[in-house]
Each structure stands twice: as C-alpha cells, then as structure tokens.
C-alpha cells in the first residue's frame, strides 16, 4: 500500500507536467492498486466499522487493477484502438463494486457483522442471511472473474509490447527509454504475481489471516513487482504518440513500381550499398539518436525500402545495426586512446547517453566497458 501511495504521487506529478493518456493510465492502476491494498490492511488489522466501505472498495479494485494495467499498455503501444474496450474491460469491477456495495447497504448492522466474522473471516457460509448468503456469492464471483482476467491480459498485453518493441528497434539506432523499460524483468515478475494472486485468491484471505507471516510471500512479490511497474512507467515518457509523430516526416514511395522479383531485388540490393555507403564508410553511424527516417531522406527513398534492406538484406533490426558499429568504433577509440574516458567515447561513438552505451557494450561484447579495458591492456 506504502509503495503504491508513493508512485501514485509521484506519477501525479508526472501527468500533470505532461498530460499524457498513458500516465493517466498508469496513475488510475497505482490508485486503484492503493485502493487493493488499503483493503489488505484494513482486513489484517480487523477495523470492523471500515469494512463495509473498504470491501467494497477492495472487490472493485480487485477486478480493476490488471485491466488497468492493459489499458496502460494500450496506450504506450498501440496508435488506434476502440476506446469502447476500456468499458468493456471495466465493466465486472463496475458491475460488482455497485453490487457489493447495495448489498452492505442493505444488509442491517447484525447482518453484516455475522457475514464478516463467518464468511470474510473463517470463509464460512453457515448461518448467514439470504443478503449475506448473496454477499457470499457475490465474493465468490469476485475471485472467479478475477482468474478469468489474468491469462488473456498478459498474453495480449506482452504480445503488444512485443510488436511495439520491435517498431521501436526497426525505426530507431537508440531504443534505451523508448522501448517498454525493464519488461523482461517485469515479466517474470508478473507472471509469478499473477501466480501468487490466482493462488491467493482460491485460498482466500481468510487462510492468511491464521498463519500472518505467510503474508510475507505475497506482500514481498507485490510490492517489488509494484515498485518496478511504477519506476518502469516513471521512466516511460516515450510512446506510441512520439513514434506516430516522428515517422509523419517520412517520404512517401520515391521509388517507380517495379514490375517484378527481381527487379525489386536489385533494387533493394543496389539500395543496400548506398546505405552501406553512408552509414559506415561517411560514418553516418556517429549522429546521436539517429533514426531510419533520417537515411531514408539523405538517400530520398521511402523508410520502408530502407527497413528491406537492413532488415531483409542483413538480417539485422535498424538499432542493431547501428549499434554494433558504433560499438566497434568505441572499441577503436579506446585502444587509440587509453586516457579517454568511458563517457567521452559513448558519446563520440554517437550514444546519447552513457546507460545506452553500457547496455549497448555489455549485449555485443559480453561484458561492461571497464572490464574489457582491463582485459585489453
């Protein structure tokens, strides 16, 4: 609750110096995931006279956090889509918050005092009025819909995240900050706390609630996944916006339609070496945050044509491409050159920042900048 209080301010400050739909995302999943948790600790410290407004709360944030969180995605990745999916996505919170909700406002005091002693508590239906007995059940869909949710939001949300990942490295040298951050991580992260979650949900809070230090596991897995889903969005300014908005200075096809294979093969082909040509022999490869529209309108030809023939022609994404010449240069700077510094030769090798030069050095040669001066000497 403590980590989603944090991001949820400091996304706050984000938003409002930015005003993007996706940080707005971000910031309604760290609110609703406050609420979740703020539901957690009133129920582990038995504040009985909150519970009525607090379970309520909790049941909507449950259903309404990782569709949240696939809105988010949503908005970072994809440049059109039918906002009539955030309705239908938040829909069961709605439907069941509103319905929890009548219930306990229907329910008189003794009621709803049997229904969490026996049901919220000891996850017994015993001896429960037919209000509370609906309650039961409705508390009791709130898990089932929540198990339903997990599996087809992270496939489809990854899947996105892999399709925006690949643009970004198509049509961009540097990728650091502007691809989905840390999502490996995230991942692995998500995938074990949505395991945690599904497992939790089936035992209830109840089951917890006897043996507290078991709440270690679940409280440890959340509030790490949750401080690197805040960070990573934190860090998140790029999206799919800014590549929209960058690629709309590409030329449109410079090229006459060519009439059959092998025509466009030898175009591509001839093409490739004037990109061979400019990239690394005038060393284009060396302008900071270089981008594939920028050869596309030095070589007056389509983005498209130049894609095929890196991408097609080399077998290489655009970033990797670029990357692993300027890397190579860096090589070449540091053994010419021992005294210069390791921030000197990121940015003379064309980074624009020192991380992406690191990243970018230890994923071609297997190991950080100052580890292969030493081995080198």
Partial sequence: MLVCIFWSALLLLDWWEQRTRAKARLLFFMIAATALYGGHFIFFNHYYELFPFSDTIYCMANLAVFPLYYLYIKEVTEESWQKHWQVTLMLPALLIGVAVGTLYFLMDSQETQMFIDSFIYKGSQEGLSSLATAQAILHICVKIIFAIQIPPILVKGFQKIKRY????????????????????????????????????????????????????????????????????????????????????????????ELQTAEEKKNSIDKLKEEIERVIEQEQMFLQQDLKINDVAMRLNTNRDYIYQAINVRMGLSFSEYINRLRINYAIQLMEKNPEMTSVDIAFRSGFSSRASFYRNFKLYQNCPPLTYRQQNK
Avoid: C
């Fill in 165 to 256: 990942d690949k643009k970004v490295e198509t049509n961009y040298a540097d990728t650091y900050l502007r691809k989905m951050y840390m999502v490996k991580t995230i991942l692995v992260l998500f995938v074990a706390a949505s395991v945690i979650s599904f497992i939790a949900n089936i035992l209830g809070r109840s089951f917890f609630d006897t043996l507290p230090w078991l709440v270690l596991i679940p409280s440890a897995t959340f509030s790490t996944l949750l401080f690197l889903l805040g960070h990573a969005g934190h860090k998140q300014n790029f999206t799919i916006e800014d590549f929209m908005r960058d690629n709309t200075t590409a030329l449109q096809d410079s090229l006459p």
